[in-house]
């Protein structure tokens, strides 16, 4: 069996479901991080942490390449790696470039690099006529005013290289572009400790239902396992606070957006990954907002299993690795799951949550996961702020969303008293 080398994680689902996948797939891992400790202030409680499983765990700075890549090398000198494998956004490219310097199998670093950064993937999706957003990369504030008047309000701002839809916001005027332009530079380094890029994206704000299309991609060839729905709210932000797979879409629309996402994989070169490529359905077609080159968030990965029985993860470990993944849909007797998010509309510290007890009893319902009193709130600025979620299905048709934010309807955060 394989022996996997993941460098970093995320702290959120994707933390647990790839560790799982590995050991049901009869693999091992050795993880590699530069702090240790962001991994164990986030254990999850009443849980075996993820990390237990890991055949070996090891110290390094992973924010330095010109150190870490002669490392590995000595690393798989002695360990034996099989594959490269991250959950985390921000060490995507690193997986990459560690793959390829040990001549293990995954996509190639320069694709990776052009998916992570999103003014390179507006600029090579725009180059191969992969329809997208009209945009600029405005290198400081005066920049970005002058494209604003060009591009016309409104307009949505977005860093370059974060994830999450962090600091991502709705502009309709030079103030709100201001606004948002000083937030964002307020936050010089992410929360890994990288140096962010200055530099931020201005882009038509698009119109239209939005989706998510889930992709395996290998040998050269993409294969398109669904598309999911989402909602958004938290106006200037965009914070998901929903998704349903199977999106309850026309056949016409469920091609178009597949059709435009894989063409956008091809464009970047992506191959031998897992993908999530949103795509925004707009009166005059399917355009990209952004592609992923990794499993989906917000446990989509479950939403997409628990319908069609193929697991993202395992795909994820199996491409990894080299491996055909299995992609064979299987039947679950479920037709659509979908998952809702608490988002909190203030900060504070939770006192309790009013019309939560036994709603995970509640019919159809999947999974509930909803925070204990004491629980430090911040207001929903981003898809890092949820407070919990509820996920439900539906063995008949597409009526899980309805199911979810029925519930959720009936849930009331509320805070301490001062």
């Known amino acids: 069996m394989g022996h996997l080398l993941m460098v970093e994680s995320w702290v959120g ?70 594959g490269v494998l991250t959950s985390c956004d921000y060490y995507l490219p ?25 003014d390179a993937t507006r600029r090579v999706l725009d180059r191969a006529g992969v329809p997208g957003p009209r945009f600029a990369l405005c290198p400081d ?47 010089p380094v992410n929360g890994r400790g990288q140096r962010r890029e200055t530099a931020v994206l201005l882009e ?20 398109v396992v669904g598309v999911t729905d989402k909602s958004v709210a938290g106006a200037p932000a965009f914070v998901e606070t929903g998704h349903m797979f199977p999106a309850d879409l026309s056949e016409d629309d469920l091609r178009a957006a597949a059709g435009t ?25 399917p355009r990209v907002v952004e592609v992923n080159p990794r499993p989906a968030g917000n446990r989509i990965t479950e939403l997409v299993r628990h319908v069609t029985g193929v697991d993202l993860a395992a795909a994820c470990v199996d491409v990894a690795l080299g491996r055909a993944p299995d992609l064979a849909p299987r039947e679950t007797g479920l037709r659509s799951a979908a998952i809702g998010f608490l988002v909190p509309e203030a900060a504070g510290t939770l006192d309790h949550v009013e019309g939560a007890t036994g709603i995970g009893g509640e019919p159809g319902v999947l999974e509930a996961n909803l925070p204990c009193p004491g629980t430090a709130v911040r207001a929903g600025g981003s898809n890092n702020d949820y407070l919990g979620h509820i996920m439900a299905a539906d063995t008949e048709g597409p009526g899980a969303r309805r199911r979810v934010e029925q519930l959720l309807s009936g849930l009331r955060p509320r805070m301490v008293r001062r």
Request: glycine residues 10%; contains cysteine.
């Open 141 to 187: 504030l005066a920049a970005a005013r002058e494209a604003a008047r060009d591009l016309g309000y409104p307009l949505v701002l977005k860093p370059v290289d974060l994830c999450a839809g962090m600091y991502v916001r709705r502009v309709d005027d030079e103030a709100g572009l201001t606004a948002a332009y000083e937030a964002l530079a307020a936050f």
């Open 261 to 285: 996402a894989v063409r956008a994989l091809e464009a970047l070169g992506l191959d031998d990954v897992v993908a999530h490529t949103e795509i925004k359905l707009t009166p005059g077609g």
């Open 94 to 118: 690193t997986a990459a470039r560690i793959a390829g310097r040990l001549g293990l199998p995954g996509p190639a670093a320069g694709a990776v690099s052009d998916a992570c950064r999103k």
């Open 13 to 82: 689902s994707m933390s647990r479901l790839l560790p799982r996948a590995i050991q049901e797939g009869g693999h091992s891992f050795t993880f590699l991080t530069r702090d240790l400790h962001h991994y164990l202030r986030s254990a999850p409680e009443g849980t075996r942490h993820p990390l237990l499983g890991a055949r070996n765990v090891v110290n390094a700075e992973t924010n330095d390449l010109d150190t870490l890549l002669p490392l590995v090398e000595r690393l798989h000198a002695a360990l034996g790696f099989d």
């Open 204 to 223: 038509e704000l698009l119109h239209g239902p939005e989706v998510s299309v889930e992709t395996v991609s290998y040998a050269g060839r993409a294969h």
